[in-house]
């Protein structure tokens, strides 16, 4: 068993000008000046209560509620309208097929709702390669180890014969926690130093220099 679990938002999928949007229009709806762009990118990954808690963090509860069924309500009406934008990383569909055809069983673990995700997959007409779909609906947000061990329940696979990949600390932290390699990614949104200090045991550069990692 070699099974390889990947963080989607800014490892498979650039969805940040989305991202960005949603959380701007969920602070301006509770009359908020929202975060600048680069802090609401550092809390791409984790859930969105924790994500709010991170962003607003002398707010009350009740308030990063309210900020994240507003950006539900801003990301499912960008969805609708046509305007959403979740296109795969260049070369990271080759990079999966390559890893599917190799015997790697694919999943992902992500801060998306199991709704968002099953959208974007179906979008980029790759969810057929994943047997193991992890999200922040049925788990507690990442760095929680909760997401990949059911992902290694699911795919029948021990920690050892295991690899996480994502582009934040709090990837590679969860890997690290549940006993399974981390491999960090540079095109993401946290430096490959805070991902290297976090537990990467290598940060690549490129898609293909990740297949070469994972196939060699």
């Avoid at 600048?36 to 859930?47: C, K, N, T």
């Avoid at 599917?100 to 995700?117: I, K, P, Y």
């Avoid at 029948?156 to 990949?165: N, T």
């Avoid at 582009?167 to 926690?177: E, H, K």
């Amino acid at each position: 068993m070699k099974l390889a679990v990947f963080d989607c938002d800014g490892t498979l999928v650039d969805g940040q000008a989305s991202i960005c949007e949603a959380m701007e229009a969920a602070f301006a709806g509770q009359g908020l000046t929202a975060p600048d762009r680069p802090a609401i990118r550092r809390a791409v990954g984790l859930s969105l209560p924790q994500a709010m808690r991170v962003l607003l963090p002398d707010s009350e509860e009740n308030v990063h509620l309210a900020l994240t069924e507003g950006y539900k309500h801003a990301f499912r009406t960008a969805r609708s309208d046509g305007r959403l934008s979740q296109p795969l990383f260049e070369e990271i569909e080759t990079v999966l097929r390559q890893l599917a055809a190799a015997g790697w069983t694919l999943g992902v673990a992500t801060g998306m709702s199991a709704r968002g995700l099953s959208h974007c997959l179906a979008a980029n007409a790759v969810d057929d390669l994943f047997v193991t779909l992890q999200t922040a609906d049925h788990h507690p947000s990442k760095p929680h180890p909760a997401m990949l061990e059911a992902a290694l329940f699911e795919a029948g696979a021990r920690p050892e014969e295991a690899v996480m990949i994502g582009d934040t600390a709090y990837d590679m932290q969860m890997a690290r926690d549940a006993g399974v390699r981390a491999i960090g990614v540079d095109w993401g949104y946290h430096h490959p130093d805070e991902l290297r200090a976090a537990g990467a045991e290598v940060v690549v550069g490129s898609p293909a220099e990740l297949a070469q990692v994972l196939l060699t």
